[in-house]
């Protein structure tokens, strides 16, 4: 066990709806990032906040927003799906935003989302 | 970042010790070689990280060439358990922000009974 709690595990939805995927990091973890994989991109880096704030932004769609909270947890909210979007979602936290290369994450279980 | 090479797939037998090797040649002087695996659909596990030394956990040990050119991942003592992809990134320090890792396509290792 990670730490790291991500909830729904499943979501099944259809096209053109809008979802909200949940994160919370371990304790005392500042920084949260979101990653997604699918069966043809392998492990894609999304998006990372650190205290609240954003950081850095890796191939995140348009039609995806996140933000993290004051207390510290995360949502990626994924909108107008598209059959393409069916992948696994992870999140993964750090201690904090500054320790640069030197910085293990650690990862949540996922939430696996099927566009129907 | 620099780019890493591993080999696609890898065996090993069950309580033999699994040697993953990875090749980072580009690497620089600031950047950290970081492991971790996933098994199946979970989420990825960290592993272990080292700079320069030779480090060693509870998981594995990692070994890192003297030119930083090349490193090989340890598992001691591999169970069937340890089948999953691992993945050998190479990461660099940048004072202010932490960054995402950045995944190749990894080693799939299969521990056989």
């Known amino acids: 066990d990670s730490g790291v709690t991500q909830t729904p595990k499943h979501l099944i939805t259809a096209t053109g709806q809008r979802v909200t995927l949940r994160c919370s990091p371990r304790s005392g973890d500042l920084s949260v990032y979101w990653y997604q994989q699918s069966l043809d991109q392998g492990l894609q880096f999304l998006i990372q906040?650190?205290?609240?704030?954003?950081?850095a932004k890796g191939n995140i769609l348009e039609r995806f927003s996140a933000q993290q909270f004051p207390d510290l947890h995360s949502e990626l909210n994924l909108s107008s799906l598209e059959l393409g979007d069916s992948a696994l979602y992870f999140c993964?936290?750090?201690?904090?935003?500054?320790?640069?290369?030197?910085?293990?994450?650690?990862f949540g279980p996922g939430t696996r989302l099927t566009v129907t | 970042d620099a780019k890493t090479t591993q080999p696609p797939s890898m065996d090993c037998a069950e309580g033999r010790a699994a040697n993953l090797p990875c090749n980072h040649s580009?690497?620089?002087?600031?950047?950290?070689v970081y492991w971790y695996r996933q098994i199946h659909s979970q989420g990825p596990q960290y592993i272990i990280h080292?700079?320069?030394n030779n480090e060693t956990n509870e998981m594995a040990s990692l070994i890192i060439t003297e030119d930083r050119k090349s490193s090989t991942l340890i598992l001691p003592h591999a169970t069937l358990r340890d089948t999953a992809v691992y993945y050998c990134?190479?990461?660099?320090?940048?004072?202010?922000?932490?960054?995402?890792?950045?995944f190749g396509s990894g080693t799939q290792l299969t521990v056989l009974p």
């Open positions: 993964a936290s750090s201690v904090g935003g500054t320790s640069g290369g030197g910085e293990e994450q650690y």
């Open positions: 080292g700079l320069k």
């Open positions: 906040y650190y205290n609240g704030e954003e950081r």
């Open positions: 990134i190479v990461r660099g320090y940048y004072s202010g922000s932490a960054r995402q890792l950045t």
């Open positions: 580009t690497i620089s002087g600031n950047e950290y």
